[in-house]
């Protein structure tokens, strides 16, 4: 917000502060149009899974279910038998990252710092023609499968809200934030 | 009275290499465009005028919402994924066949991972939560009830200009190259207004912005910058948003990477810090040659192109024309661009079409006489930061070279804000060139 369009908002607020005899505190909470929703109201919506795994449901799946999982929702129409690529991008692979022969593939092995971030994405976006379908226990699962695909885990690890957000990520230590310092 | 005489200092002086002529030309002062090409008055006579016959018939009724002219068919979109296979869509700016600076609605650049969301704003529903005093949800008549802003601001996509990064230039017009950037004027509510109505946890450095659509689609944003500029945007240039850019109610963070303009906005949860969403650590990262990316690379730099003439847009003989494009900085206004016939070894700067507006695309004008050999034309935008657009060649240097020539409509770079160059021939066909 420009200093102008701030100071034209702070006379609104004062406006409206007058306009029905309030003081100046109670102004700054402003028209209070929205109404309260409790926790439990809004847990449907309330996916987002941090990279600490704050948010993880409670659930579990292994890598053998997860394939089952693929196989049921069709997954390798859209990236392959065994996660080997199609139009949706493949699931496993991905060469070093600083080669210089030719444009590498962001992919999970190689790429993603989390393994937290496979859960959420597959419990909110897929599978694509029917998103927010898989239970909880079917997105743990898959994520498992997809984990031990890249030999990050191995066939019997289970995958629940203790054990994913301690996956170590191959590229963990990849990325060096532009913000706040470079912007 | 006194009679001024002409003077030869009365025409536009050249001001660059390969005939760019005097910016002060376009704006009324002083300096006639006339005399500036000798073969201007060699045309061959007009023929004798006639009326069509649609001034001799009446016409049609007017339509309830206007539509363009059935002539202009041809200024359309062009689409990535028309039949909605299940990838992303994207849909690019005809910026060659358009001018001014604000992006019509059903022309705005879209990127939708899940086709066009239609969503029914009776039953939306937008919730703040996380670390905040009181969770609150708002219909759209609630938020319509909240004091408004008007602002103009652009649009881009972090991967438009991808194409620029490639081995050999990729021959294709500058739709397919820089059309994923748009300009509207967006009203809504600041959503500063409702943080501070919700009460915002100082523990909360963070917040996630989520969608309604197919993937529910997030992004973590800074609270800076959301305290600072970010709208809750209901209207695109004055109606109500389009649906392809987020019907009822979408985030707006100006100068910011689109992506985080988050679409069909449902949900802003505050948070101590980044979720890690798969658009915040797979896309919208920048893989640089040491095998690091960088992350979290948020204002669209300061950019330009030129409109017309390019590629699609070929020149017809010797003379007048004037060179038109868009510049562009998430950093602020722009405060020059610069225009090169020569493949930048002279510049000269471009008229600014007033106004200029902090985050907004801004068109430049630059007069010029071909003389019908071959030429390289390039724009270079400075901001109000002092942030110069930069070379082609400096940006590789930062991020390695490219390895091959990808297909036009690939994402293999992000934020790639170089200069491009338009090589004219002698024949007037106008091309990609890399200079």
Redesign the interface.
Known sequence: ??TL?KVV?VK?CAAIAVIFGLSAANA????????????AD?AP???????DGVGLPPGSGTPAQGAVVYADHGCA??HGDNGTGG??GPLVGGG???A?????E?LIGN????A??IF??VR??MP??Q??TLTNDESYAVTAYILALNKIIGENDVMNAETLPKVQMPNRD???????DK? | MRVRKPRHSDSPPTVAGNGLLDRRALLGRGIALAGAVGTSLTSAAAEPLTNGPWSMAPGVPVPPYGQPSKFEKKVVRTLSNPNL???GSAARTPHHLLNGTITPNGLHFVIA??GETNVDPDQHRF???GLVK?????TLD??H???M?SRITFLECGGNSAPLYSKEPIQASVQAIHGLSSCAEWSGV?L???L???GVDPKAKWL?A?GAD???M?RSI?I?KAM??AMIALYQNGEALNPSNGYPMRLLLPGYEGNMNVKWL??I?L?E?P????NE??QY?I?L???????????QEVKSFITQPSPGLNMAGPGFYEISGIAYSGNGRISKVDVSADGGKSWAPAALQEPVL?KAFTRFRMPWSWDGRPVILQSRATDEAGNVQPTRDALIAER?P???T?NVAAF?MEHFNAITSWGVDDKGEVSHVYA
């Open positions: 917000m420009s369009e908002h609104f700054a909470d402003g028209p209070h149009f929205g109404q309260p929703i409790s926790a809004l919506w309330d996916i987002s899974v941090g990279p129409a859209c139009p949706g070093p990252l600083n210089t022969d030719r444009t590498p962001k790429y993603w710092p989390y937290t971030t959420d994405f909110r976006a694509w023609q998103p927010k990849g990325f060096v934030s532009r913000y706040p912007h | 296979e299940p990838r991972r899940g919730v703040i939560h009181q969770p609150m949800v708002y609630a938020l009830r909240y004091p802003v600041l500063s207004t409702l501070e109505e919700v996630i989520e197919l993937p529910t997030n800074p800076a600072d500029d449902r949900r949860k948070v810090s979720v890690m969403a798969i650590t797979k990262t893989l040659p040491s095998g690091k990316a960088w992350q979290f690379y948020f204002p902090s390695g490219p390895r091959g990808p293999t």
